[in-house]
């Protein structure tokens, strides 16, 4: 059991550390995407990147639940993983404001 446990906790370490790795050295750069690349103004660029932390303060505590009734911590995290990185591979195709601002929440979804 402890073998299972160290290497659980050696999966999340790795996972996270990628994560917020690529979350961490794109984030700050959206913004001049958004402007440069789909011609957005200040105001919808504000609410696109506010989208991200305002859609996960709600979403984290139905993925805990989730995770939580279904005992399947593992597989939930692989699904929300690959869904937010098809999503994120998708959103520079996008072009208009409105749907670039429901891919945003779609990806906070699934990347909370």
């Known amino acids: 059991m402890q073998d299972y446990n160290h290497k ?31 011609g957005l103004n200040h105001t919808q660029i504000g609410l696109i990147i506010a989208a991200l932390p305002l859609v996960t303060i709600f979403v984290q505590p139905l993925w805990g639940m ?17 869904l937010a990185a098809l999503l994120g591979v998708l959103y520079p195709v996008w072009q208009e404001f409105l749907i670039l601002y429901i ?9 909370s």
């Open 8 to 38: 659980t906790y050696r999966f999340f370490q790795i996972y996270y550390f990628f994560t917020f790795f690529g979350f961490g050295s794109l984030f700050p750069l959206l913004s001049i995407f958004l402007e440069n690349e789909k």
């Open 66 to 82: 989730i995770s939580d009734h279904t005992k399947r911590t593992r597989r939930l995290l692989a699904i929300a993983t690959l």
């Open 103 to 111: 891919g945003m929440v779609a990806i906070a979804i699934f990347q």
